[in-house]
């Protein structure tokens, strides 16, 4: 059964500054998957991460994956107030449905 | 492109009431559908998830039941609902075709059971 982990589970930085989230899973996963969830609101999509190595960025975010590590990274750059909200991370079962076992959430403050 | 609908928005039910939540998908056939529940400050939790009409596949043993009458239709019920029930429902899709992809998740449902 695949178990993902993310650290920290809040963080509260100031605008500028960088910072990494982490994600760490349990098992052979083929692929990791981070989502953004404003308060009160559903998820959105942000990256799809399918091979070891892979990584992805939009604005001032990157995410990375190292299966071999079991672990993927998002990363912030130069945070800004607009990026606040839950990040979540999820890695893919092997088998049928595309199932999903989600983290437990960062959820990320950025402070003026 | 794909469209994602929920509803109800926002329900407050009573102890022991039904519950009838409806999930419908547009623009895709023959997705994979999922239902989460989010608890307040809480990740995610896979409830159940269906591949084809009338395939459903139960992850968490509980009072809710889900049904798949049509192809881009999930429906998550409950006969009596409990107090633990409270939280954010999420109904999600996938493409069959791209079994790698991403899931797409819909407005949600905010319910509270008082």
């Known amino acids: 059964e695949l178990k993902v982990e993310q650290n920290p589970l809040f963080l509260s930085m100031q605008e500028g500054k960088n910072y990494t989230i982490y994600c760490n899973y349990s098992t052979t996963s083929d692929r990791l998957y981070w989502y953004r969830q404003d308060p009160g609101k559903s998820l959105e999509s942000l990256f799809v991460l399918l091979s070891n190595g892979a990584v992805k960025q939009e604005g001032r975010l990157m995410a990375s994956l190292d299966t071999k590590a079991r672990l993927s990274t998002l990363h912030i750059t130069a945070a800004v107030h607009d990026l606040s909200a839950t990040y979540f991370c999820a890695g893919g079962d092997t088998g049928t449905a595309s199932k999903l076992t989600f983290g437990t959430g960062t959820r990320l403050q950025v402070t003026l | 492109s794909q469209t994602i609908h929920q509803w109800p928005a926002t329900l407050v039910q009573p102890v022991g009431s039904p519950l009838s939540l409806e999930c419908t998908v547009e623009g895709t056939s023959n997705p994979n559908l999922y239902w989460y529940r989010q608890a307040a400050g809480r990740g995610l939790q896979l409830l159940f998830y269906?591949?084809?009409?009338?395939?459903i596949s139960s992850e968490v043993p509980q009072n809710l039941s889900a049904s798949r009458p049509q192809d881009r239709q999930f429906i998550l019920s409950s006969k009596k609902l409990l107090l633990s029930d409270s939280g954010f429902y999420l109904c999600?899709?996938?493409?069959?075709?791209?079994?790698?992809?991403?899931?797409?998740f819909g407005p949600g449902t905010r319910l509270t059971v008082t």
């Open positions: 269906s591949v084809g009409i009338g395939q």
């Open positions: 999600a899709w996938s493409s069959a075709y791209r079994p790698r992809g991403e899931q797409y």
